[in-house]
């Protein structure tokens, strides 16, 4: 089964983005089509962005390095679960993005924004073109969560509702296309 990274981009203490990145990994789950997996950024502590070569030439001089590395290579596709930081993407996702290159290429991309009235989407917009020098490639369909506070249970869980839901369904689907057709180009790098 082709391999699905959901990553929870935020790391701040306090964070929004596990409850909303938790929905979205079952969601992922039950939707049935990849071997889904959990990421939290936060746990591999990056500093800002400390190697001393390109990381085209995968010389990584640190442990957190290589276990980012390790990761990112693991997957055959990604959902950033992103929140919006003055209508940007949180620095510590463009600093994550930054530290490796080729464990990116060839895999495509869906995005789970979450925020304010915007939801998270004019993030999205600055990150699909960063995600795109990675060889990235980005999903037209997307999740995006306006006023993520609303969605929060007393627990802190996320709910979700039928707009989200179909969103997250038709970006799935999109995202096994992409996935499958791009595989030879994996194989090949
Ligand atoms: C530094 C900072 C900047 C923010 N800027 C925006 C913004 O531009 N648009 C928005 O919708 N929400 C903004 N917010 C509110 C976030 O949507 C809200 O805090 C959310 O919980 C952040 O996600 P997180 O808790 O997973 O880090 C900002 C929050 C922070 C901490």
Not at 60 to 65: G, I, V
Not at 165 to 179: G, I, N, P, R, Y
Request: charged share 20%; proline share 7%; hydrophobic share 40%.
């Amino acid at each position: 089964m082709l391999k699905l990274h959901t990553i929870i981009c935020s790391t701040r203490p306090g964070r929004v983005g596990p409850s909303v990145a938790r929905w979205f990994h079952d969601f992922a789950v039950r939707h049935g089509k990849f071997d889904a997996r959990l990421i939290d950024l936060a746990e591999f502590a990056l500093p800002v962005y400390d190697e001393p070569h390109h990381p085209r030439t995968q010389k990584y001089e640190h442990a957190h390095t290589r276990a980012w590395a390790a990761s990112v290579a693991a997957a055959d596709a990604y959902v950033f679960v992103t929140p919006e930081y003055n209508y940007g993407p949180p620095p510590s996702f463009v600093n994550a993005l930054n530290y490796v290159y080729k464990e990116w290429n060839y895999k495509p991309c869906g995005f789970v924004s979450y925020g304010g009235v915007s939801g998270g989407m004019r993030a999205v917009q600055l990150e699909k073109q960063l995600v795109t020098t990675l060889k990235m490639m980005p999903m037209v369909e997307g999740v995006a969560v306006p006023m993520v506070a609303q969605q929060l249970d007393e627990a802190g869980n996320f709910r979700s509702n039928e707009l989200i839901d179909d969103s997250a369904q038709t970006m799935l689907d999109e995202l096994f296309k992409w996935a499958t057709a791009l595989q030879p180009m994996r194989d090949g790098a």
